[in-house]
């Protein structure tokens, strides 16, 4: 394990269990997290040359700039601004940048950090929102912006549309994230209702005919693996790229979920009304320059190189899984069960992989913490129940899940036992949403604290 390790509480989750398969799935979990840094990654492709700045295979003259402006959100935030601030240092004249988590090792230069609230919005995620609008207004043809974003950004920061309140949003944000929807349903929504969501700063930066290049970790399931980072592509979703969903498309969805009821009315009159609804931008001018430092299936790419240099045979089962976090825990047992005792379709000792962005449908009140990361190990550890040399992690590549200040957890096949004697009954635990709870008093939540990326959810099983 590296000196400085992502998983911060390592030593503490191999002291129980299955220790040894707790020790290959943690380091491979490790590296993977290194690799996909996405300050590592912008310091791979941006420089300066003198007064040129290099971003991938593109080239701005500095000389010709008035002002260098930096903005930024979402849960990755922290790294990726950092690491333009390392690279430009005083040459940026502002930054504004709204993260989930601030932490005492974060060095930025000329750069006001709010915290915005995840995963619902607070007062000062709109207060960056105003602020960056604010800067846009001032800037000109001379100016170059540059933007940074993750997955996050619709509630790290927000500002609804004129009629919508915060509590307004926070209310609807709060009813679609419990709806059980997928994520980009629910984007269509939030999107909508947002002064600054669904590419709408990106437009603001255009009309004031500003350079603009946009760094982002595309969050998106089933994008593919990045190919290469330094050539610009086309982005869609966030403040700072278009968007592809359509007004028809959050119409949809809160008809889909029938929550046209349990939405605050401000809203649904807003979507329902012709005359005030306006769609997001499809298109950009030339003006925009995007680059993409990260995707879901980047986490599965960085698994398969860390299982080779262990000596380990990997299978990625899926870079878009998708569907109930604890039943898609327990599918993942049963494969776990297949290649241990009938060896297909791979002969143990090996690895299991996957990544995508499973949902947990609240239809109660929790009575505790967690996330669906915590939900779907402890699905999964109810498949491995006795079975020694059996061990699975989950967790949220960004660094917390759910309501929990974790990444996710570990299981193994001491699990349920372990669990049953803390007096706990695992099917009332998951019916309750206590995930996160239980296992923190087991000592298997993992920590990690901000990871520098954002690619969703990473899944691995161990089967010796």
């Known amino acids: 394990m590296d000196a400085n390790p992502k998983i911060r509480n390592y030593n503490d989750l191999i002291r129980h269990g299955d220790c040894d398969s707790r020790i290959k799935i943690l380091n491979l979990m490790n590296q993977v997290l290194e690799t996909v840094d996405a300050g590592r990654q912008i310091k791979k492709i941006m420089r300066l040359s003198g007064n040129i700045l290099i971003v991938g295979n593109r080239r701005w003259d500095l000389n010709r700039k008035r002002n260098i402006y930096l903005l930024g959100a979402g849960k990755a935030c922290n790294a990726m601004s950092e690491a333009v601030c390392s690279i430009l240092k005083e040459r940026i004249t502002k930054g504004i940048i709204s993260v989930k988590i601030s932490e005492p090792q974060d060095k930025y230069i000329n750069t ?139 119409r949809d969805m809160i008809s889909n979920y029938n929550l046209y009821h349990s939405l605050p009315a401000a809203v649904t009159d807003y979507l329902w009304d012709d005359s005030r609804v306006e ?129 996710g957890g570990i299981v193994d096949g001491y699990t349920i036992s372990r669990l049953t004697q803390s007096g706990h009954n695992i099917y009332e635990v998951l019916r309750n949403h206590r995930s996160g709870d239980v296992l923190y008093e087991l000592s298997d939540s993992i920590f990690t604290g901000n990871t520098g990326t954002n690619l969703c959810d990473f899944n691995v099983l161990y089967i010796s």
């Open 279 to 407: 769609e997001t931008p499809k298109k950009m001018a030339d003006t925009l320059t995007s680059y993409s430092v990260g995707t879901v299936a980047d986490s599965c790419e960085a698994a398969v190189c860390a299982a080779k240099r262990m000596n380990m045979p990997v299978i990625v089962l899926s870079t878009s899984m998708e569907g109930e976090s604890r039943e898609a825990g327990y599918v993942l047992s049963s494969i776990a069960r297949e290649i241990k005792f009938l060896n297909r379709p791979v002969e143990p000792p090996c690895f299991v992989v996957c990544s995508g962005e499973t949902t947990t449908c609240i239809d109660n009140e929790p009575a505790g913490k967690g996330g669906p990361s915590h939900e779907l190990v402890l699905g999964l550890s109810v498949g491995i129940q006795d079975i020694p040399g059996l061990a699975a992690a989950s967790i949220d590549t960004e660094g917390t899940d759910g309501t929990t200040l974790f990444a």
């Open 112 to 250: 006001d950090v709010y915290i915005g609230g995840h995963p619902l919005p607070n007062e000062e995620g709109l207060e960056a929102a105003k602020a960056m609008l604010e800067l846009i207004a001032g800037a000109d043809k001379d100016d170059l912006f540059i933007s940074v974003c993750s997955g996050g950004s619709s509630a790290l920061l927000t500002y609804p549309v004129e009629g919508i309140t915060l509590k307004d949003e926070i209310a609807a944000q709060k009813a679609l994230l419990e709806s059980g929807a997928g994520i980009e349903e629910i984007n269509a929504v939030r999107r909508h209702i947002s002064r600054t969501n669904g590419g709408r700063l990106a437009q603001r930066i255009a009309e004031r005919g500003a350079e603009h290049i946009s760094i982002m970790v595309c969050d998106a399931v089933d994008m593919g693996p990045t190919k290469n980072p330094e050539e610009p592509v086309e982005l869609w979703g966030t403040p700072f790229a278009l968007d592809s969903t359509t007004v028809k498309d959050a």
